[in-house]
């Protein structure tokens, strides 16, 4: 049988691409007009809701190579063996633009790298920070609903997030390194990355180390001004990595740990789950583990960037989440807004669907499709546990250790966390010229604002070092 070239969703050959069926030359259309029906009904449909924050992103395949064995702190299988590779795919984003906004402001990037183990997916959703504004996620709908869009004007209102983080001192860490020379990078190539919260590691024999992860990028940094990114193309970052992949130039980046024990948790001086706070190298220094190299651009980019769903609680054997309570929060957060952006059965999409055997007695929902030939036998079987004749589910035998705790605790920020020394330590290691920068950006950004947003930001300044607060309050003429 000749196969037709061109068909409609059921296979059947298009007769006319090119004419629609009416009552006559110069008449209406007619019913049996399936192909344009179709055609239309299916247009109306192309579009999913984007990503409620990061939706603007570019991703990309890749391969993690690793440099040292780590079996000693992980049981995670992709962490031993030296020169282990393990696929990944990674999608990096501004945060508070829509789909098409311009890949140029001064913003967070988000840098979320899926290894596909033979353990199954593990997630790393970071940024391009160490740090984040908050330290609550109670406060995160807030943030969002700051730096987006005036919900009367619709267009973006700089003084809102100033307002926001001038009555949330615990931002001052994080707002310091984005009104930085880093707040706007170059392209994703030129920046590096961070898990930001702390994780937690268990080994074979079920003991317990916090870690952080760090990608240092090999391009090395490069960031624009203000002005220089008001120059550039809107998609730039986009076409700066899929160019480099297209000519064979792949970014790649070092990937480094930091290890902190139980014992030295419980004693350092600063709380290792708050996610305002770096640990200082000096104390925890950086462990470099491996290479992540990005080598594959993707063929659709609808079907893998905008369709991948990240998750911080995509943990394998080996690794965890620790108590940091803003991690916790996104381990509900994620999967929860992709089942309303893609649909209960996300996972079984090609982007999503790890790379080893999936079991479980999940069934049916919208969309639900065999994935493989295994998976269909596995759909067909027996649908509930425990049951008399399916394999046993070896509950608890890889469970993380237990933590130990009790009670309950209502108020987190007592108002006498120390929310400015890192910002501090941070504005020490600027030279004068990047000083220089950081105050004519902040300036940029609060000569909107109200004069009490302005004079608490001038306090958090003085907070962090004397000469910060002096060059903040003379550019504002304060
Ligand atoms: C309580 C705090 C947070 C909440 C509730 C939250 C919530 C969300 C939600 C709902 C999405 C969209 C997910 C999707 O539709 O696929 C998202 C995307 C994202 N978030 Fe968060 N977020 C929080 C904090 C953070 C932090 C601290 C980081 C980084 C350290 C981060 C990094 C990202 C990244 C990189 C993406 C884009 C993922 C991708 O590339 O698809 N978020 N966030």
């Not at 070896?394 to 007592?414: C, F, M, V």
Request: proline letters at 4%; a negative charge; hydrophobic letters at 35%.
């Amino acid at each position: 049988m000749k196969k037709c070239p061109f068909s409609l969703q059921n296979g059947s050959a298009v007769i006319d691409d090119n004419n629609s069926i009416s009552a006559g030359e110069r008449g209406a259309l007619t019913f049996d007009n399936v192909h344009l029906f179709e055609k239309l009904a299916h247009f109306n449909r192309e579009r999913i809701a984007e990503r409620v924050m990061h939706a603007r992103g570019s991703g990309a395949y890749g391969t993690f190579t690793l440099a040292k064995d780590l079996s000693a702190i992980t049981s995670a299988n992709f962490l031993h063996t030296l020169g282990n590779t393990t696929k990944v795919f990674v999608r990096f984003s501004t945060v508070g633009g829509g789909q098409d906004s311009s890949d140029n402001v001064r913003d967070i990037r988000g840098f979320s790298v899926r290894f596909y183990t033979e353990e199954g997916n593990f997630d790393l959703v970071g940024n391009n920070t160490p740090v984040f504004f908050l330290r609550d996620p109670i406060n995160f709908p807030d943030l969002a609903h700051a730096v987006k869009k005036d919900p009367r004007t619709n267009i973006p209102n700089g003084n809102r997030p100033f307002q926001f983080w001038a009555r949330l001192p615990q931002s001052f860490h994080q707002l310091t390194i984005l009104m930085s020379d880093r707040g706007i990078p170059y392209s994703y190539r030129y920046m590096h990355g961070f898990g930001s919260h702390t994780f937690g590691m268990y080994n074979d024999k079920n003991e317990l180390v916090w870690v952080k992860w760090h990608l240092k990028s090999n391009q090395g940094i490069k960031n624009l001004t203000d002005a220089e990114a008001a120059r550039l193309a809107v998609f730039h970052a986009q076409k700066d990595l899929v160019d480099a992949i297209d000519n064979g130039e792949y970014p790649s980046w070092q990937v480094k740990l930091q290890v902190m024990t139980q014992k030295e948790a419980e004693t350092y001086q600063v709380n290792p789950f708050d996610l305002t706070k770096v640990w200082p190298h000096k104390d925890f220094p950086l462990i470099e583990i491996g290479t992540l190299e990005l080598n594959k651009n993707v063929d659709n980019y609808f079907m893998e960037v905008e369709q991948v769903a990240f998750n911080p609680g995509n943990f394998v054997n080996g690794i965890c989440a620790s108590p940091d309570k803003m991690l916790q929060a996104r381990l509900f957060a994620y999967p929860d807004a992709q089942r309303y952006r893609l649909g209960v059965n996300y996972n079984q999409l090609s982007v999503n669907k790890p790379r080893c055997p999936v079991y479980n007695y999940q069934r049916d929902g919208l969309m639900a499709d065999f994935s493989s030939d295994e998976h269909r036998k596995e759909m067909s079987g027996i649908n509930f546990y425990p049951n008399a004749e399916s394999k046993q589910l070896h509950l608890g035998e890889q469970a993380p250790p237990a933590l130990n705790l009790s009670g309950q605790n209502r108020i987190y920020d007592t108002g006498s966390e120390d929310n400015f020394s890192q910002a501090g330590d941070l504005f020490r290691l600027l030279t004068e010229e990047q000083r220089v920068e950081l105050i004519n950006n902040f300036a940029n950004g609060l000569h909107l604002a109200d004069l009490e947003t302005k004079k608490l930001m001038i306090s958090y300044a003085y907070a962090a070092d004397n000469e910060y607060g002096e060059m903040l309050k003379k550019i504002l003429a304060m």
